[in-house]
């Protein structure tokens, strides 16, 4: 069965870095586009960044662009993000999802499949 | 960037109830719609994509309908384990953008 599992959350002060990864197994890593999309304490869903399943592109939102960076290892079947300039308004559950397609279609994109989430919090 | 509005922003519904959440899109995204339902602690949860086609494994008093910019997500009749956060999210364009959420509480 597909399984994604996040790590690399914690306690970190602002203007530090760090380094989140999501594992993924029972499906062809390869061959899925991944996603972040984050949760702050108490507030809605916000996506962050994407990445194509070869790696060859990569967008993020407005609020993250030029401090993350979207990363996948196909050889280890591993989504990465690399978070920089920590900000307290970074602070959020940050969950790794698949993009999921229909079969059929293949127009209809979604986030089939999602982590359990890791927990930043950014505090000094 | 593609603004998505969800109305009521919560709800007060008893089981058995018919429930039905609005989403905005602030431009014609066709059917590039989907839904997600979230519960605490707990990650999303795919219900409908494609505005209309129900994910695998979906109880089918869930049905979404809509396209262009006006969007419904139904519940038939309501039951205790729907009581959740729902979100819709448009697959239009990046950004990949939600709506603010719909919370269905117990009435």
């Known amino acids: 069965q597909v399984q994604l599992v996040e790590s690399g959350g914690g306690v970190v002060q602002p203007g530090r870095s760090l380094r989140l990864s999501c594992a993924a197994s029972?499906?062809?890593?390869?061959?899925?586009?991944m996603h972040w999309v984050r949760q702050a304490p108490g507030k809605g869903l916000e996506w962050v960044a994407v990445?194509?399943?070869?790696?060859?592109?990569?967008y993020y939102a407005d609020s993250v662009k030029g401090r993350f960076t979207i990363s996948r290892d196909n050889s280890k079947n591993t989504l990465y993000l690399q978070i920089n300039s920590l900000r307290a308004e970074d602070t959020a559950v940050y969950y790794c999802?698949?993009?999921?397609?229909?079969?059929?279609?293949?127009?209809?994109?979604?986030?089939?499949?999602w982590g359990q989430g890791t927990l930043v919090s950014v505090s000094s | 960037d593609i603004q998505m509005t969800q109305s009521p922003s919560s709800l007060s519904a008893s089981v058995g109830d018919r429930v039905t959440i609005t989403c905005r899109a602030s431009?014609?995204?066709?059917?590039?719609l989907n839904w997600y339902q979230q519960k605490p602690g707990k990650a999303p949860k795919l219900l409908i994509y494609g505005a209309s086609s129900l994910q695998s494994g979906v109880p089918s008093r869930f049905s979404g309908s809509g396209s262009g910019t006006g969007f419904t997500l139904t519940i038939s009749s309501l039951q205790r384990e729907d009581f959740a956060t729902y979100y819709c999210q448009q697959s239009y364009s990046t950004p990949r953008t939600f709506g603010q959420g719909t919370k269905v509480e117990i009435k």
């Open positions: 990445v194509w399943f070869d790696g060859s592109n990569k």
């Open positions: 431009q014609s995204i066709s059917s590039y």
């Open positions: 029972g499906f062809t890593f390869r061959t899925y586009g």
């Open positions: 999802a698949r993009d999921g397609y229909d079969i059929l279609t293949t127009s209809y994109h979604y986030f089939d499949y």
